[in-house]
């Protein structure tokens, strides 16, 4: 389970809040539309949703400056909608069509934004390690201020290919920060039953590397954990990691009945720890909005989600002469 929360700054501002409220809210609502159209049959394939682990990338995106990079695994709806990822987009590609960020070919794995530097959803478990580290080698290279963030779980924690990329980054000083997403079940196995460590991120010490934990259902705890491993990367001083605690609500994909776990101890962390609700408790009784004001943002919120899947219904099936399109690259881009 996630740690207790620590005590929030005092000093955050009322429109941080609702930024992080508005943010949040947008991913569990997009999540929820895309577990519906998935049980109407229109979205097929793998998909796996976010729902509980919204903090986390909320938070390390406020982090974040333009032109910092992130690479992330299979769940990858709430990320590309955190960096800015137009959610038209992200649905009609979910559903197979061709206004989608991959035309429609790529799926719930696989979108990418050059525009938004957001470098894909992986499919094969610890795959987008290695890739986080090139990215950041790029930076590294170019000699620029840029960092990337590079997600994954507490199954992928355990692949060789991520040790091997810890050794790699540590050894070039690349600024990576390693955000290992757990949320405590990997596919259906629990971490205690899977991994002996009794932490993940300090098996980053082996290497040298700097890390954390940190409280992943409370998303001012990830920003600011965000916020120092982004300053040790810009400092020079190579890759950082962090272990942020969180939880998911539903099943590993929509597939998955969760039966490993009781509905008691799900329902139990919606009651206690949800990271939209710690916020809307903060808005509330800071008096920095009304019940009012936040039921507003919502309706507001359903309606741009409600939008992108009109748009996803809306938009027509790729052509069959796109299966020869986009295989091979054409010309080497002059930027990463």
């Given at each position: 389970?996630?740690?207790?929360?620590?005590?929030?700054?005092?000093?955050?501002?009322?429109?941080?809040?609702?930024?992080?409220?508005r943010?949040?809210?947008?991913?569990?609502?997009?999540?929820?539309?895309?577990?519906?159209?998935?049980?109407?049959?229109?979205?097929?394939?793998?998909?796996?949703?976010?729902?509980g682990?919204?903090?986390v990338?909320?938070g390390?995106?406020?982090?974040?400056s333009?032109?910092?990079?992130?690479?992330?695994?299979?769940?990858?709806?709430?990320?590309?909608?955190?960096?800015?990822?137009?959610?038209?987009?992200?649905?009609?590609?979910l559903?197979?069509?061709?206004?989608?960020?991959?035309?429609?070919?790529?799926?719930?794995?696989?979108?990418?934004?050059?525009?938004k530097?957001f470098?894909?959803?992986?499919?094969?478990?610890?795959?987008?390690?290695?890739?986080g580290?090139?990215?950041?080698?790029?930076?590294?290279?170019?000699g620029n201020?840029?960092?990337?963030?590079?997600?994954?779980?507490?199954?992928a924690?355990?692949?060789?290919?991520?040790?091997?990329?810890?050794?790699?980054?540590?050894?070039?000083?690349?600024?990576?920060?390693?955000?290992?997403?757990?949320n405590?079940?990997?596919?259906?196995?629990?971490?205690?039953?899977?991994?002996?460590?009794?932490s993940?991120w300090?098996?980053?010490?082996?290497?040298?590397?700097?890390?954390?934990?940190?409280?992943?259902?409370?998303?001012l705890?990830?920003?600011?954990?965000?916020?120092?491993?982004v300053?040790?990367?810009?400092?020079?001083?190579?890759?950082?990691?962090?272990?942020?605690?969180?939880?998911?609500?539903?099943?590993?994909?929509?597939?998955?009945?969760?039966?490993?776990?009781?509905?008691?101890?799900?329902?139990?962390?919606?009651?206690?720890?949800?990271?939209?609700?710690?916020?809307?408790?903060?808005?509330?009784?800071?008096?920095?909005?009304?019940?009012?004001?936040?039921?507003?943002?919502d309706?507001?919120?359903?309606?741009?989600?409600?939008?992108?899947?009109?748009?996803?219904?809306?938009?027509?099936?790729?052509?069959?002469?796109?299966?020869?399109?986009?295989?091979?690259?054409?010309?080497?881009?002059?930027?990463?």
């Amino acid at each position: 389970m996630p740690p207790k929360k620590p005590a929030p700054k005092s000093n955050v501002s009322a429109e941080e809040l609702l930024g992080h409220y508005r943010e949040m809210l947008l991913i569990r609502r997009f999540e929820e539309k895309a577990g519906q159209l998935y049980g109407m049959g229109l979205i097929g394939g793998f998909c796996h949703l976010y729902i509980g682990q919204e903090a986390v990338v909320v938070g390390l995106e406020a982090a974040a400056s333009e032109g910092d990079k992130r690479v992330t695994s299979y769940r990858d709806h709430g990320h590309m909608l955190a960096c800015g990822m137009d959610p038209k987009g992200i649905m009609a590609e979910l559903t197979g069509r061709e206004g989608g960020f991959s035309k429609g070919k790529g799926g719930s794995m696989h979108m990418f934004s050059k525009e938004k530097h957001f470098y894909g959803g992986h499919g094969i478990v610890g795959a987008q390690v290695p890739l986080g580290a090139g990215l950041a080698f790029s930076d590294k290279y170019k000699g620029n201020d840029r960092v990337t963030f590079t997600y994954f779980g507490d199954g992928a924690a355990n692949q060789g290919q991520v040790y091997e990329t810890y050794n790699m980054a540590q050894l070039w000083d690349l600024p990576v920060i390693f955000v290992i997403e757990n949320n405590g079940y990997a596919m259906g196995t629990s971490v205690v039953r899977s991994t002996k460590s009794p932490s993940l991120w300090e098996r980053g010490a082996a290497y040298g590397i700097a890390g954390e934990e940190v409280d992943g259902m409370n998303v001012l705890a990830v920003k600011e954990a965000g916020e120092r491993a982004v300053a040790h990367c810009r400092a020079g001083k190579g890759p950082y990691i962090l272990e942020v605690k969180t939880y998911r609500y539903r099943g590993h994909s929509m597939s998955d009945p969760a039966k490993y776990r009781t509905r008691d101890e799900v329902q139990k962390m919606r009651d206690e720890r949800d990271p939209i609700e710690q916020i809307r408790d903060m808005l509330l009784t800071g008096k920095h909005a009304t019940d009012e004001d936040l039921k507003a943002i919502d309706k507001e919120i359903k309606a741009v989600v409600n939008e992108a899947a009109e748009f996803s219904k809306e938009s027509p099936e790729p052509h069959l002469d796109e299966l020869w399109t986009d295989i091979y690259a054409t010309e080497i881009p002059q930027e990463a």
